[in-house]
């Protein structure tokens, strides 16, 4: 009797609660970091398992994302299993849960049956769970990658000492739409009409005190972190390092030093940055100052929903 493929299973189980007509499937390089993307409905992903094996084992990661604009279903990264029980009991429990590396989560939660939502919409719900429940604020938009269960995480960090690579395991995959879905999806439509009706302010920036360059400056906050916080800022503490980066870049940028300037500091004081985000550090200081002037120009533009998030 022939063995079931597990491989097979797992993205089966994973792709079936994340219920999109389409998806898109990323196959990202280990060596050139280049990611190639697939767009390929469930049947097509499955029947496709065998290739996706032989490039993971040759060194590539497999990601997944829903390939249409306003899916209803978005992510949240760089979890711990006690924020999961929180959001379980506050209404919402995720469609499907990822281990992605030991003890490191990525929930997939569905907000609504619709898959026609307005990107802005989906990428404003997703920022607000992210800060409530300290998720990757960089992973927080409507269109963001997952990791694909049933295959191996290949980033050299996570490679255990006997040389073995982590499997990305689906835990829960029970598609349900979250019970407070539809409650988010109102207040966050209501908070972006209301911003939309405000006059714009001008940025605040305030007169840049010293001589202090940018990296040092950045630096010197890091350390006030750490004093704050610990050797180890993770999400038990309501703050993660990508956070950190987001913060201190937004305080610079306040204070008057230039976009470019703290690009360079971000790239140079960040803590692990080569090795949190290897192959795509470019990419995230991009992301990280985009998000950090936004914070700048419109200070009001990330509310915390305490109406939303209380519980049930």
Known sequence: MQKPDLTYLAARRQLNA???????VGIRDGKTERMMSRAWNRNKILSSIAWLKQVNASGMDVYVRAALEGSGLVLLDDLVLDTVERMKRDGFAPAALVETSPANYQAWVRLSENNDLPAPLMTACAKALARQYEGDPASADWHHYGRLAGFTNRKPVHVTADGRH??????????????HGAKLLCEMQNFLL?????????????????????????????K????????????????????????????????????DEVAAALAAAS?????????????YIDRTLLKAWQAVENPASSPLLPGVFQGS
């Open 224 to 259: 006030a972190l750490i004093v704050r916080y610990g050797e180890n800022i993770d999400s038990k503490h309501g703050l993660n390092e990508s956070r950190a980066d987001f913060v201190i870049c937004r305080n610079l940028l306040q204070d008057g030093y230039t976009p």
């Open 18 to 24: 994340m219920q999109c007509g389409l998806f898109e």
């Open 166 to 179: 982590p499997w990305v395991l689906c835990h829960e995959a029970n598609g349900q739409i979250a019970a």
């Open 194 to 222: 209301a911003e939309e009706a405000k006059p714009k302010p001008a940025p605040v920036i305030r007169p840049r005190l010293g001589n202090m360059d940018a990296q040092a400056e950045f630096t010197r906050q890091w």
């Open 271 to 283: 803590p692990n940055l080569s090795t949190r985000k290897k192959g795509h550090e470019q990419d």
